[in-house]
Structure formats: structure tokens, C-alpha cells
């Protein structure tokens, strides 16, 4: 039949979300597995918690308006979803490019949600549904505030994370132009010094080229923790 009123759009909108956050759910699921940040695990884990009690919501706003909740396929978290699993099969990455990658598959994740909330709560304000508003406005704020916490942590994760992937992986500097080999080693040290990234790559590069003992101030300042995250 085909959807001629605002109701009918409202409902799809509703069924499209409630599928979405069951799907967003498992992908938490998985998620919670592939990060290893303590911080961040801790936050996926309660985002996934939030995400339950979110679907409960969506679950009275149905009933809000008179309607029986039925989740509709979400074509869109289908594909992110699917954007997740495809680079893992195709890239197959390491622990921690996997566990960087996932910072950007949850913020995609995220914003979707807050688009289809500010999307939904618009349609429910003009037809007046005022308990639906304000059911959706509660999810949209945790949706925000879960976009924001990864937005806000994300470089210093990535940081982290840099330390234990491959050398080449965190030598590549773009305020200096590009990728710098040992060759220029003089820079990657300076850089080091800066950050302590570039130190963990030539630790982890003089470790595989068996050169440790001449290692110098940058790996020096290596600290202990970070060879342990390559292993
Ligand atoms: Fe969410």
C-alpha cells in the first residue's frame, strides 16, 4: 500500500532505526572484541548497553502513536556494517590497523544514527507527537555524546595504535613531506623526541635488523610498554 501521510513516513522512520541500533547492537558486539584501548573498550561497552535501552525506546514511540514496533531493513547500516566486515577480509589487517580502522567505522556509525534521530524527532514535532520527541531526543544525546567521546579520543588513539603497527606505518610524516626512510634518520629522530612514535618504529626496526644495541637516544626513550604491544 502505498505511504500518502505523515504517520506513514513517521513509522518507516521508527522501523528503519529499530533495525539499525539491532544491527548497530551486534556490531558493538564485535567491536567490543576487536578494541583493546581500555578506555575506548569501556565506552563501546556502555554505548552497547545505552544501544538496548535506545531500542526499548524506539519500541514505546511505536506504541506512542498507536502503532506495533517492526523494524524495517536499513539498507544504509547494512552497508556500514558491511563496509566493516569487507575490509577485514580484504585488507586483513592487523590488530591495531583494525582497531584504528573501527574508530572510523564507529564515528560513520554514529552519525548516521544522529541523521536519522534529528531526521525522525523533525517529522514527530510537525505532526505534534510530543512523547515520540522526547523518547528520541534522550537517544539523540547519547548518540551525540558517543560521536563526540571518539571525536575528542580519537587522535590520542590513533597515537597510541601507531606504536605498535609496522615502521613503515608510523614513519610517514606529512608536515615534512611524506614517508621518511631510515636513511633520514636524523628527522625521524627529532620526530621521536616530539612524539615518541617515530622511537617505537626504529625500536621496532633495529629489533627485526638486529642493530638494538646501537640504537641510540630515540629508542632509548622507547618505553617498555610499547615493545610489549607488538608482540
Ligand atoms: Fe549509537
Redesign the pocket.
Same mark, same amino acid.
Given at each position: 500500500m502505498p505511504a500518502t501521510q505523515m504517520k506513514e513516513l513517521l513509522k518507516h522512520e521508527l522501523g528503519d532505526l529499530l533495525y539499525a $541500533?539491532q544491527l548497530?547492537l551486534k556490531m558493538?558486539g564485535t567491536l567490543t572484541r576487536e578494541v583493546n584501548n581500555p578506555e575506548m573498550k569501556a565506552r563501546v561497552e556502555e554505548?552497547a548497553a545505552?544501544?538496548e535501552e535506545?531500542i526499548e525506546r524506539l519500541k514505546r514511540a511505536f506504541e506512542a502513536i498507536g502503532e506495533k514496533a517492526k523494524a524495517e531493513k536499513c539498507d544504509a547500516a547494512v552497508g556500514l556494517k558491511a563496509e566493516h566486515d569487507s575490509f577485514k577480509k580484504e585488507e586483513k589487517p592487523s590488530k591495531p590497523v583494525l582497531e584504528a580502522f573501527d574508530l572510523g567505522s564507529s564515528l560513520r556509525? $554514529?552519525h548516521y544514527?544522529i541523521a536519522g534521530y534529528r531526521t525522525a524527532i523533525a517529522i514527530a514535532q510537525v505532526m505534534g507527537e510530543n512523547e515520540v520527541v522526547s523518547l528520541l531526543n534522550e537517544t539523540l544525546r547519547? $548518540?551525540e555524546a558517543?560521536?563526540s567521546f571518539i571525536e575528542r579520543n580519537a587522535v590520542k588513539a590513533l597515537k597510541l595504535l601507531a606504536e605498535q603497527m609496522e615502521p613503515r606505518d608510523v614513519e610517514f610524516t606529512p608536515d615534512e613531506g611524506g614517508s621518511q626512510s631510515k636513511a633520514k634518520g636524523g628527522t625521524a629522530a627529532k620526530s621521536a623526541s616530539k612524539s615518541g612514535t617515530a622511537a617505537k618504529s626504529r625500536t621496532t626496526a633495529e629489533k627485526s635488523s638486529g642493530a638494538g644495541k646501537s640504537g641510540g637516544t630515540a629508542a632509548k626513550k622507547a618505553p617498555a610498554s610499547r615493545a610489549k604491544a607488538k608482540s
Open positions: $541500533e548497530i558493538l554505548h545505552e544501544t535506545q556509525v $554514529e544514527e547519547e $548518540e558517543m560521536a
